[in-house]
């Protein structure tokens, strides 16, 4: 289920400027696949701005989200993977954005199981954090499954 | 030292009983508070326009009647319904009000406060009921017929019991008032005055029974105390001026506007949120009444003519040459005997209040000296003060982090094989008051303590694998065993 979400939408990337460019980057493939529109973006980013990094759902892993408002067309998920972590507020250190769309609070429950199983598990989290490839990503979330 | 033990585990049952009297208050309070801007707007447009108004309009005094026919009831039966089952309970709660509205000829304060948390928990029964249930796909049209159908039962039966429950207590109120008025002691009609005045039943009493004696009477000796026995602005004012000074935080800030739109302006419903929020503050204003009305008959005091409304002005402005001392010694003694039995019955509640922390505190001590001695008292059964059995995870969108955090722990719980304990995710605002704890991010703590502050919430840095997480496991794990 996770798996099939991330399929088209993982990137890998050296370094980012701010943590607000990891989001604009993390987001794009979703906004190309239209799973998404720019006021979505906007949305995650003043949500950080507002309430803290409380995305961040262990470290190292920041889940940007935000309620739908209407910039959310379609349920989907992207990952984005840096070499060098990006500073969020309160100095958190991120390597791995995963953008989170969700429609309503309900429907996407399978992938949020999904992506429990994959965190939860520290040795897990640790592989995927070494990964180097976008088809070795796959592979650690399918394992996980 | 079984002696403190034994003294907490006896007292334990008394507290609970204690506390859910005082959850039930807590319950009242929340649902009527954030609606009061309401009622003071409703007050502000029903003393300025209304035909005895300060400046009379026809136009704007149609905003009177529906704003506190439909929106003030609907706003306390949605908030109700919100407190008890979410968003889900606030939509549930608000059609069976609509019933009440439609069926009632009386703005249904009490009976909004009754079918609101009523409607949360008919669908959140419900709910809990076909959980896991639905087949995937078919999520939305079941949620949302779920909430059709039952909300349409619940519609008609509010619609068509509520009818002849008021023309039932229109009919008592009648019956006894009559009673009350052949015995001649006329300080007993405020026993029935003030409860009739905040279920709204006033106008039959006073447009029914007193104006009616009060005409006779006046007709013959030019004034009458009978036009006074209900609209006395002494009670409210009291009640009033005691949560300005003695009432929780909230209510000491909305406090005194209600006070000018009642007392200046003379729309008396401005206090009846304030008694519903704590119904033994009746008594208060109940004792101001009697002595008010045993007041007016001490100087043998009376107006001319019913005043409304009954604000300060308009009995000023009916009363007859001669009878001022004895009207405005009436006023200013229910105000007082009002003010001071209601700051008791607050300050009471308060201390009470602190009584059961204090209460609480003890146990805990007493529980983890159990812990502590655990060995030593082996056979004995750990009894917690309090049961876990809904967790509630809690963000800003309800979709993301709370999502995950409560997944991830449903499935950590599951593998220690603990089982009776709900966890799900929620926005802040729509956690049930029902959890026994609430789990949020450190900066969403402000946020959820204004909803919850006497919830137990942990704040935490990561909704995955915190380690305050890890501490609550432990605890479930050690009480699942216990028991």
Known sequence: MLSAYLEETIQFKDTVSSWEESIHIAAAPLLAKENINDSYVDDMISNIHEFGPYVIIVPGIAMPHAQNKGGVLENGMSLLKLEKPVAYPEEKEVKIVMVLAATDSSGHLELISDLASVLADEEIREELENAQTKDEVLRIIDSAE | ??????????????????????????????MVLPNIGAFIAWGIVTALFIPTGWIPNEYMAELVGPTIDYLLPLLLAYTGGRMVGGQRGAVMG???????????????FLGAMIIGPLGGLLIKKFDSLIEHKIPAGFEMIINN???????????????????????????????????????????????????????????????????????QESVNAGKSIYFTVASNPGPGLGLLLAYTFFGNKIARRTAPGAIVIHFFGGIHELYFPYVLMKPLTILGVIAGGMSGIATFQLFDAGLVA????????????????GSFIGIIAGVLVATI???IVTSIILKLDRRSDQDDDALNESIEKSKSMKAEGKQAFASEEAAPAKEVSKISFACDAGAGSS????????????????????????????????????????????????SFKDHEIIAIDNYIGDPKLEDLLDRLKKTNEAS
């Open chain 2, 145 to 215: 017929f779920s909430i059709g159908i039952l909300g349409f039962f619940l519609m008609l039966l509010s619609y068509t019991v509520i009818g002849p429950v008021i023309e039932a207590a229109n009919g008592g109120v009648t019956v006894a008032i009559e009673a009350l008025v052949a015995t001649g002691f006329l300080p007993l009609l405020s026993l029935i005055n003030e409860p009739a005045k905040v279920l709204f039943l006033n106008n039959v009493i006073d447009q029914g029974i007193y104006y009616p004696l009060g005409l």
């Open chain 2, 403 to 450: 999502a995950l955090g409560a997944t991830t722990f449903r499935k950590k719980l599951s593998k220690q094989n603990i089982d009776g304990i709900e966890v799900k995710h929620y926005r802040i605002e729509d956690v049930p008051t029902d959890s026994d704890i609430i789990v949020v991010h450190k900066n969403l703590v402000d946020r959820t303590e204004m």
């Open chain 2, 306 to 321: 019913g005043p409304s409304p009954g604000s300060i002005f308009a009995y000023l402005a009916l009363t007859p040459r």
């Open chain 2, 94 to 108: 608000s059609i069976g009000a609509m019933g009440l509205i439609i069926g009632a000829d009386i703005p249904m």
């Open chain 2, 1 to 30: 030292m079984s002696t403190p033990l034994a003294q907490a585990e006896t007292s334990a049952p008394k507290s609970s009983a204690r506390a859910k009297v005082q959850a039930f208050g807590g319950f009242l309070t929340n």
């Open chain 2, 337 to 339: 005997v009002s003010f």
